[in-house]
């Protein structure tokens, strides 16, 4: 909860950052309505994000982006299989990862996922779409 919390809280602050404070409020109407684009829901394959010690695989499945707030996607909804694995750097980060998974080392696998950024994933992921994501895959392999 408190990660999700903080994912928030990133994704306010860098919407926020350049906004005058009457942009500010008409951004938060925005976020408080958004919902998914249907022109931007894509059958995917073999996709990877890295982030410092993080890495999210999102292998087969579908991907549907939100609609974009103040001219910028912030997130996406993902359904399919996917493995996140992340090595915490420090030994008091491995212990904290093993005192709530029993590893030292995150490594788990996923069938649904909410994205949420304010960085360049959704060029990042749309550049691997047209690249190659897309290839091939039906709704079949989707499933």
């Given amino acids: 909860m408190q990660a999700v ?13 350049a906004a005058p404070p009457g942009e500010a409020q008409e951004i938060l109407a925005q976020l408080s309505k958004i919902r998914l ?3 931007h829901i894509h059958y995917i394959r073999d996709i990877t994000i ?9 292998s087969r499945g579908v991907i ?14 993902f359904i399919g299989s996917g ?9 008091i980060e491995k212990e ?3 005192k709530f998974t029993g590893t030292p080392v995150l490594n788990e696998t996923f069938e649904t ?4 950024f304010t960085d360049n994933t959704y060029e990042e992921i749309s550049k691997e779409i047209a690249d190659h994501a ?7 392999d989707a499933a």
């Avoid at 890295?50 to 999102?58: F, M, Y």
């Avoid at 996922?113 to 949420?116: D, E």
């Fill in 37 to 39: 684009d249907k022109s």
């Fill in 113 to 116: 996922a909410i994205l949420r």
């Fill in 50 to 58: 890295r982030r410092d010690v993080l890495t999210v695989a999102l």
């Fill in 5 to 17: 919390l903080g994912l928030f809280m990133a994704i306010l602050g860098g919407l926020f950052q």
């Fill in 96 to 98: 904290q990862v093993y």
């Fill in 134 to 140: 897309a290839e091939d895959v039906t709704a079949n």
């Fill in 64 to 77: 549907a982006f939100l609609e974009p707030v103040n001219g910028k996607v912030t997130g996406a909804v």
């Fill in 83 to 91: 493995e996140i694995v992340a090595i915490p750097p420090d030994p």
